[in-house]
C-alpha cells in the first residue's frame, strides 16, 4: 500500500507539472518491479465479490468434533417459525457419514446461506449442518429454540407466569400492570394525547416559543443547560466539612454498625445465625470495597490472618447478604430529616462505571472501542435523589446496559418508592420505554442527537418471575416477525414520542434529568478513590467473586454516604447556632460525597471499644 501511495503521488505530480507519467513512475521504482507487484497485488487480494462463509467449509473438521455428541446428548425443541431447523437437526444427528438426502428440510437456509448450502450437486453435506447449527444457536439466544431440561434455554412461556395465575390477578383486579389492559382503551388514550401534544409543540415551534428550542439548517437544537450553583454554596460547605470529623474508614464502619446493625444481615450459610467475628466480617467487606482482596487485608490489618479472614468470607458473605444490610443502610438514610434536602426518594438515575480487568481474564471481561483496547467490566449502579446507591450488579463491558437499568428498579429491597427514572443516552431503547411505562415507572433518559431521531408481560416481570434484563435481551435478538417483539416496540415508541415531546417543552425536566445523572457521577468519584488497589483493576475471574466486589464496594460507598449526612446535619445545626444564614437551595447543592477526611489507606485496625464521639 505505501508502494501503491508512492506511486500514486508521482503521477499526480507528473500530470500537474505536465510530466512524462512513464518517467515519473520509473523514478519510484524500476517498471518490471512494479509489473511484478502488480501480479503479486492480484494474488493477494480477494474478489469484490468475496463471502467470508468461502472460508468456513475449513473449520468443518473441527465443529465435527464434537457437533454430534451436542445433538446426542440435548433434546431440541421448537417453536413453529423454527420448526425447520429442529427437523434439520434431527436429520443431522441421524446421517451418520451419509449424504443429506434431496427432500431434506431447506427451508430455515437463508439466502445468505443458500448458495453455499444448495449447489448444482445437490446440497452440500458440510454447510447443510453448519447452517443449521449456526440457526440453531440464533434460536437458542431468541427463545425460538429451547432445551428439555434446561434452566437457561427453557421454552419462552415458561419464564412467564402460569395462564392460571394470571386469571385469577385478573379476577382479583390487582394485576401489577400500570396501564388499562383493554388494548383499545390504551391507543385511544395515547391518540388523544398524542395529538394534543403534537399540536401544541407545532405552534409552540411555530411561534419560536419553546425553551431553548430552534430549528437549524432543518434540524431541531437545544440549548445546553448551564449548571445552576447558587452563590454561597463552597464556602458553606467548607465551614460545614471543617465541623466533621476527620476518621479512619474501619472506625467509620464500626459506627455505622453501631448504629443500625447491618452485619446481622451477614449469616451463616447453614444455620442462619449472625457472625459473631465482626472485625473479621467488616475487614473481609473492606478488602472487597478497596479491591485489596483477603490476603493483602490480612497484611494490612494487625493480629489478622487470611485463614480467617477467609472463613468468615465463604460462609457469611454472599450476593443476598449483601442486599439486605445495602437496604438497612438505604432505608435509615432514607429516613433521616437532613436527607429530604436532596429529594423524597422517589427518583433515581443508573449508570455504569468501567474498571480495566487485569491478570487471567473472564467472561465478562470484554473490549469495548468506545474504552480503548483494555478489556473491562461495568458496575451498573441505582442511585436515588437521596443520594443512596440502592442497587449495583457486574455486567460485561460491551453489551446495551438498558435492560439492566429495569432490574434494578424491580429487585431492589429498600423501602425507596421509584417513580421517575434517569439514564444517559446509553441506557433506553425503544422496548425499554414500553416496559416502564407498563410497569408504572416514568423513563426519563437524557436525549441528544434529536435532529437526527424521529418520533414515532409485564405482570411476569413485577412479580420476579423472570428478569426485566433476561426478558428483554432474549426480545430484542427476536426476529422481526416476533409479535411479542413487536408490539413492545411500537407501545414504546408512541411513549418515547410522548416523551420527546415534554422534553421539547420543559427545561424543569431537562435539568431534572441532568441533576440526577449528576448525582450518579460524583458517587462514581467516591467509589473510584475507594476502590484503590491496582488501580482499580479487577483481578477476580468469576461473576460471582466480581459481584461480590463490586457489592462490597456499594455497601462501603453507602456507609460512608450515611455517615457524611449524620456528620453534615449536626455541622449544619452548629453554624445556624452560631449565627450563619443559608437557604435550602444551599443546603440542596450540600454534598455527602467527600471523602478527604476520611482516612482510607493504611492499617487497618478495628477498635470496637472507641466511643462515638458524635455530638
Known amino acids: 500500500?505505501?508502494?501503491?501511495?508512492?506511486?500514486?503521488?508521482?503521477?499526480?505530480?507528473?500530470?500537474?507539472?505536465?510530466?512524462?507519467?512513464y518517467q515519473a513512475l520509473e523514478a519510484v521504482l524500476p517498471w518490471e518491479t512494479f509489473v511484478s507487484s502488480v501480479q503479486e497485488a492480484s494474488t493477494l487480494a480477494r474478489p469484490v465479490d468475496f463471502d467470508y462463509l468461502d472460508l468456513l467449509d475449513d473449520?468443518?473438521?473441527?465443529?465435527?468434533?464434537?457437533?454430534?455428541?451436542?445433538?446426542?446428548?440435548?433434546?431440541?425443541?421448537?417453536?413453529?417459525?423454527?420448526?425447520?431447523?429442529?427437523?434439520?437437526?434431527?436429520?443431522?444427528?441421524?446421517?451418520?457419514?451419509?449424504?443429506?438426502?434431496?427432500?431434506?428440510?431447506?427451508?430455515?437456509?437463508?439466502?445468505?446461506?443458500?448458495?453455499?448450502?444448495?449447489?448444482?450437486?445437490?446440497?452440500?453435506?458440510?454447510?447443510?449442518e453448519l447452517c443449521a447449527l449456526s440457526e440453531l444457536r440464533n434460536g437458542l439466544r431468541s427463545g425460538d429454540i429451547w432445551v428439555e431440561g434446561s434452566h437457561q434455554y427453557r421454552q419462552f412461556e415458561e419464564y412467564l407466569l402460569p395462564t392460571k395465575d394470571w386469571q385469577e390477578l385478573r379476577m382479583t383486579g390487582t394485576p401489577p400492570v400500570a396501564v388499562p389492559l383493554d388494548a383499545a382503551m390504551y391507543l385511544a388514550e395515547r391518540k388523544v394525547l398524542l395529538h394534543v401534544q403534537l399540536t401544541r409543540v407545532g405552534q409552540l415551534l411555530k411561534d419560536n416559543a419553546l425553551p431553548d428550542v430552534r430549528?437549524?439548517?432543518?434540524?431541531?437544537r437545544i440549548t445546553p443547560l448551564d449548571a445552576e450553583i447558587p452563590e454561597g454554596v463552597e464556602e458553606l460547605a467548607c465551614k460545614a466539612y471543617a465541623k466533621v470529623r476527620r476518621i479512619k474508614i474501619t472506625q467509620l464502619l464500626i459506627e455505622i454498625d453501631q448504629l443500625i446493625h447491618f452485619s446481622r444481615h451477614f449469616t451463616h450459610l447453614h444455620s442462619g445465625d449472625p457472625a459473631k467475628d465482626r472485625?473479621?466480617?467488616?475487614?473481609?467487606?473492606?478488602?472487597?470495597?478497596?479491591?485489596?482482596?483477603l490476603t493483602k487485608m490480612a497484611d494490612a490489618?494487625?493480629?489478622?490472618?487470611?485463614t480467617r479472614l477467609s472463613w468468615v468470607s465463604d460462609w457469611y458473605v454472599r450476593d443476598e447478604c449483601f442486599t439486605k444490610a445495602l437496604a438497612e443502610i438505604v432505608n435509615y438514610h432514607h429516613r433521616l430529616p437532613f436527607s429530604a434536602n436532596w429529594g423524597d426518594g422517589t427518583t433515581s438515575s443508573s449508570d455504569g462505571q468501567r474498571f480495566p480487568v487485569g491478570g487471567p481474564r473472564s467472561n465478562t471481561a470484554q473490549i469495548n472501542a468506545k474504552y480503548g483496547?483494555?478489556?473491562?467490566?461495568?458496575?451498573?449502579?441505582?442511585?436515588?435523589?437521596?443520594?443512596?446507591?440502592?442497587?449495583?450488579?457486574?455486567?460485561?463491558?460491551?453489551?446495551?446496559?438498558?435492560?439492566?437499568?429495569?432490574?434494578?428498579?424491580?429487585?431492589?429491597?429498600?423501602?425507596?418508592?421509584?417513580h421517575e427514572h434517569y439514564a444517559d443516552t446509553g441506557g433506553y431503547t425503544d422496548q425499554v420505554f414500553s416496559t416502564c411505562h407498563l410497569l408504572g415507572f416514568r423513563f426519563a433518559p437524557r436525549l441528544r442527537d434529536l435532529g437526527d431521531r424521529k418520533l414515532y408481560l409485564t405482570a411476569s416481570l413485577r412479580l420476579g418471575t423472570v428478569t426485566a434484563s433476561l426478558m428483554l435481551r432474549k426480545l430484542a435478538s427476536y426476529p422481526r416477525q416476533n409479535g411479542l417483539a413487536w408490539a413492545l416496540r411500537e407501545v414504546g415508541r408512541i411513549e418515547k414520542t410522548l416523551f420527546t415531546l415534554e422534553w421539547f417543552q420543559s427545561v424543569e425536566l431537562r435539568r431534572r434529568v441532568q441533576v440526577g445523572l449528576n448525582k450518579g457521577e460524583a458517587r462514581n468519584a467516591l467509589a473510584r478513590a475507594i476502590f484503590f488497589y491496582r488501580q482499580g483493576r479487577v483481578q477476580d475471574r468469576s461473576h460471582a467473586q466480581q459481584q461480590q466486589r463490586a457489592q462490597g464496594l456499594n455497601l462501603v460507598v453507602a456507609a460512608i454516604i450515611l455517615w457524611n449526612t449524620l456528620e453534615l446535619a449536626r455541622a449544619i445545626e452548629e453554624l445556624?447556632?452560631?449565627?450563619?444564614?443559608?437557604?435550602?437551595?444551599?443546603?440542596?447543592?450540600?454534598?455527602?460525597?467527600?471523602?478527604?477526611?476520611?482516612?482510607?489507606?493504611?492499617?487497618?485496625?478495628?477498635?470496637?471499644?472507641?466511643k462515638n464521639t458524635r455530638g
Open 59 to 128: 473449520h468443518y473438521s473441527h465443529i465435527r468434533k464434537y457437533a454430534p455428541e451436542l445433538l446426542e446428548t440435548f433434546t431440541f425443541h421448537a417453536a413453529p417459525s423454527s420448526q425447520s431447523v429442529a427437523e434439520a437437526l434431527t436429520l443431522v444427528r441421524d446421517l451418520g457419514r451419509k449424504k443429506v438426502p434431496e427432500n431434506a428440510p431447506i427451508d430455515f437456509v437463508k439466502p445468505r446461506w443458500e448458495p453455499h448450502v444448495v449447489t448444482d450437486d445437490g446440497i452440500d453435506r458440510h454447510y447443510y
Open 576 to 610: 445556624q447556632s452560631e449565627g450563619v444564614v443559608m437557604t435550602a437551595e444551599q443546603l440542596r447543592h450540600l454534598s455527602p460525597m467527600d471523602w478527604e477526611h476520611i482516612g482510607l489507606t493504611g492499617d487497618y485496625t478495628w477498635d470496637f471499644a472507641l
Open 215 to 220: 430549528i437549524d439548517k432543518n434540524k431541531v
Open 301 to 306: 490489618t494487625p493480629g489478622m490472618t487470611r
Open 1 to 21: 500500500m505505501r508502494l501503491y501511495a508512492d506511486v500514486g503521488n508521482a503521477l499526480i505530480k507528473a500530470k500537474e507539472e505536465a510530466a512524462d507519467p
Open 279 to 293: 472485625e473479621a466480617l467488616l475487614a473481609s467487606l473492606l478488602a472487597e470495597a478497596t479491591n485489596l482482596g
Open 373 to 418: 483496547p483494555e478489556p473491562g467490566l461495568v458496575f451498573y449502579t441505582h442511585i436515588s435523589d437521596q443520594l443512596d446507591p440502592y442497587r449495583t450488579k457486574v455486567i460485561t463491558g460491551t453489551p446495551h446496559e438498558a435492560p439492566h437499568m429495569i432490574d434494578g428498579l424491580l429487585y431492589h429491597e429498600t423501602d425507596l418508592d421509584i
